[in-house]
């Protein structure tokens, strides 16, 4: 009965992010192995948030597309550094979308092209091991949620600038024509109160 | 700058976004493998991954999925559909083809049963005129002043047989045919083959073999099979 009131497309979200509660130990090793199968289920595990997260980046779906296949594709072809029993996969794959979407912005408007080599160093899946279990659960989201709702509108802009489109403190102070020095205080003030919120909870 | 100096520029660092005396001072402890700020910066991952994922997720379009796959030579993307619908048209084609067979080897079964029948026919008519050619054969006709039909000629070859003719024969029931029978003076009727009704009522039957040359013909409707004997009442008989 229950599932009858469940819209399909909540249904298919929820089944989505039911799977990224799974281990990416196995995931990984499969991935390492070149199992075609692993590879439609990372897709199935993170295709859709991969997808959202770079649209609302490039907000043009063609780019996103191509940035969604770049995205996989780098994935794939740096299996074989990742730690398939430290590695969290979530967070990597995330970081990749990001950057390639970085790229993609700093390109269109040939601002700070000389940052790819940084992206790419930040990206190494040695960086992303030994995180805590379920990097991307659920509790840990809607905890971030909650923090991201208790910033100021100041707080909150200056995160979205940073996360969503890749732009440094100076640039921020630019387009908010704001002071370098407050903007990072706001910055640092809201990035604070999210870790903490994080901290807090993996101490309870 | 200690580690503590720096622990609020990390997610920035590990963003891309910092520059400068910060940036140098994180490279820092990092490449000399100081475990605070490896800690630190595992941490601001897990921040950033976490922000990251509270974007409003949008279903991206199918043909991602299959991209995605292509890419890394799982699945043909692009002209995928166009590979689908090569393989659609190519069965339909087929199939198309195959009915077209069958409908063609059927037509061909019947024109070469069509020809076997002219052929046949053609050879009776052959042998017909043969037969009426021969000097020593005798005509007998019937129905002739009958008030109803059928009418026709019985034709008498001693050596080679009996050649019926006839016309305005009626048409018969399901399961019934025509049989002609040799009926000698004093003895029983003897068969002489079976035929079916022709176009507009008319028949030709041949009886090939020596037959006496002073017996009774004599036509019959008989079950389909045949019979050994009459079972019904003589049609039309002549005598020679």
Known sequence: MIARLIPVSLALALLQVSLRFKDDGDLARRLRARDAGAMRELYDRYGRLVYSLILRMVRNSAAAEDLVQETFLRIWNRMQAFDQERGALGPWVLTVARNRAIDYLRSADARMSAGALELDHLEHPGRYCDFEDRALSLDRARRLKDAFEKLTPHQKTVVELAYFEGLSQTEMAERMQQPLGTVKTWVRSALKVLREQLTEAAAV | MTCEDL??????????????????????????????????????????????????????????????????????????????????????????????????????????????????????????????????????????????????????????????????????????????????????????????????????????????????????????????????????????
């Open chain 2, 7 to 240: 622990r609020d520029s990390y997610e920035l660092y590990s963003l891309g976004l910092l520059d400068g005396e910060e940036k140098l001072e994180i490279d820092a402890h990092l490449a000399r493998n100081c475990t605070v700020c490896q800690k630190y910066l595992k941490d601001a991952l897990g921040v950033n991954a976490l922000m990251l994922s509270q974007v409003q997720e949008v279903v991206p379009p199918s043909r991602v999925r299959r991209r995605v796959m292509a890419s890394v030579g799982m699945e043909r993307a692009g002209w995928g559909w166009a590979a689908a619908m090569a393989a659609a048209c190519s069965l339909i084609v087929t199939l198309w083809l195959g009915v077209e067979k069958r409908t063609t080897d059927r037509e061909l079964t019947n024109a070469r049963a069509t020809l076997q029948q002219t052929e046949a026919e053609r050879g009776r008519l052959e042998q017909a005129f043969t037969f009426l050619n021969q000097p020593e054969t005798r005509q007998v006709n019937f129905g002739q002043g009958q008030p109803t039909p059928p009418r026709g000629n019985f034709f008498l070859n001693p050596r080679m047989g009996v050649l019926l003719i006839a016309s305005n024969l009626p048409a018969l029931p399901a399961g019934k045919t025509y049989e002609m029978w040799v009926i000698p003076k004093g003895g029983a009727p003897r068969p002489a083959g079976l035929f079916q009704l022709g176009p507009q009522g008319s028949a030709m039957h041949i009886l090939t073999g020596a037959v006496d040359s002073n017996v009774t013909l004599a036509v019959t409707v008989e079950p389909e099979a045949g019979s050994p004997a009459p079972t019904s009442i003589v049609l039309f008989s002549a005598g020679f």
